[in-house]
């Protein structure tokens, strides 16, 4: 079972990225998503999550509405579209199964996870 991340880069503050997160191994079209971000010194932090069926999608502030998380269970894939991008939020971005179809914020909600994707906003 393997969650692939894709899509990070450097990007000026004010720009845009869209991560992808494909699965593979199994499908996760049962289970919640997240994203989740590391930066340098600073513990992981919760960032989106979408249902198993997208109907229930959750933020954490400091991102509300500037990201977007959406899926595609046919492909086996979720997205973050990262718009007005800060240097604050540069990071790792991780993806995340959950365990169950409705997951929150919490870490230990999540059994499977991506490498990351770095992703470095310039001032």
């Not at 996760?28 to 989740?36: E, I, L, P, T």
């Not at 919760?46 to 500037?66: C, E, L, M, T």
């Not at 973050?80 to 939020?89: A, I, T, V, W, Y």
């Not at 365990?99 to 929150?104: C, D, F, L, V, W």
Request: glycine share 14%.
């Amino acid at each position: 079972v393997q969650l692939q991340a894709s899509g990070g880069g450097l990007v000026q503050a004010g720009g845009s990225l869209r991560l992808s997160c494909a699965a593979s191994g199994r499908t996760f079209s049962n289970n919640a998503m997240g994203w989740f971000r590391q930066a340098p010194g600073k513990e992981r932090e919760f960032v989106g999550a979408i249902s198993w069926r997208g109907g229930r999608i959750y933020y954490a502030d400091s991102v509300k509405g500037r990201f977007t998380t959406s899926r595609d269970n046919a492909k086996n894939t979720v997205y973050l579209q990262m718009n007005s991008l800060k240097p604050e939020d540069t990071a790792v971005y991780y993806c995340a199964a959950g365990r169950q179809a409705y997951s929150g914020n919490s870490p230990s909600e999540y059994n499977y996870w991506g490498q990351g994707t770095q992703v470095t906003v310039s001032s």
